[in-house]
């Protein structure tokens, strides 16, 4: 998709597996008041590689949501799931250097023999199959054993260096400040599966790329995250956006908002008459 103008370029990227509460909300407006305070524009990408979990009555519900808060994005939505050739050319890439390796381990296997815990306290892969040979490899993969295929993180730190990146932030308009991305500590994360040839962190930074993203702003519960975008974008000769980590909405416990959790949908707001204006007062973003 490439754009003549060299304005700022910002995303917001929601999954479509829940309705949008506050805390998307938050993330939403922040984002399009961004563009408008760096002259920019915000656009809008679906990601919805998770088939399962991704129901089309939720995408319709975040483009009425986002429609109904006032906001508007001047290009096409970009829908990960007609994305997958893309994301599966990125991912033999990587193969092709080396940094994939099947993983036919089972979830208990490896939270009997894990390595630590990663930043969002999941079990840290322990490495077994990263010692299969490439005989073992292939007979396990003729046999049609379950598999994902895991980043050689070591290997690829190895062959990028060291890794920086630019947050800004309080604001998004402050100056840059360069930081060190520490991948190491997410381990030999899954970029892909059998079935699905792509991941989280595979997809996002492809579609960033293809966005022509220049500004990624985000919650700060994806901060830590981001060390692995950065690995990615050199490893795939991708640029590295500006990023920008903002606060969370809680609930009065304390909590990140979350479907699971049970927190109100922007809807059910609407519905007990909520305005947009509203909820742009509850996040602390309004007038
Ligand atoms: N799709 C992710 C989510 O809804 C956010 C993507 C990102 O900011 O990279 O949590």
């Not at 805390?23 to 961004?34: P, V």
Request: proline letters at 7%.
């Amino acid at each position: 998709m490439p754009r003549s103008s060299s304005k700022p370029v910002l995303r917001f990227a929601p999954s479509p597996n829940g309705l949008l509460h506050l805390g998307h909300a938050y993330s939403a407006l922040y984002t399009w008041n961004a563009a408008r305070l760096l002259g920019g524009i915000a656009l809008l990408r679906i990601e919805d590689i998770d088939i399962e979990r991704s129901k089309p009555e939720f995408v319709d519900a975040i483009l009425e949501d986002l429609r109904w808060l006032g906001l508007d994005w001047p290009e096409p939505v970009l829908r990960q799931s007609h994305r997958f050739d893309l994301y599966a050319d990125a991912g033999n890439r990587l193969r092709q250097h080396d940094l994939l390796y099947p993983c036919f381990c089972s979830r208990s296997e490896i939270a009997a023999a894990a390595a630590g815990t990663d930043p969002e306290g999941a079990p840290l892969y322990p490495g077994t199959c990263k010692h299969l040979d490439r005989g073992q490899q292939i007979e396990r993969l003729e046999r049609g054993d379950p598999v994902q295929f895991r980043l050689d993180t070591a290997g690829a730190i190895d062959r990028v260096g060291m890794l920086t990146f630019t947050i800004v932030g309080p604001l998004v308009t402050d100056r840059p400040q360069i930081r060190h991305a520490h991948p190491e500590r997410w381990g030999d994360v899954v970029l892909q599966r059998k079935g699905t040839p792509t991941s989280y962190h595979l997809s996002v930074v492809v579609d960033d790329a293809a966005q022509g993203v220049t500004h990624v702003t985000r919650g700060r519960d994806m901060e830590a995250g981001t060390d692995m975008h950065v690995l990615l974008q050199m490893l795939l000769g991708l640029p590295t956006p500006i990023y920008h980590f903002h606060k969370l909405i809680l609930d009065d416990a304390g909590r990140k908002l979350a479907k699971s959790k049970g927190s109100e949908s922007l809807r059910d707001l609407r519905a007990k008459g909520w305005t947009p204006e509203d909820v742009r007062r509850a996040v602390g973003l309004g007038g």
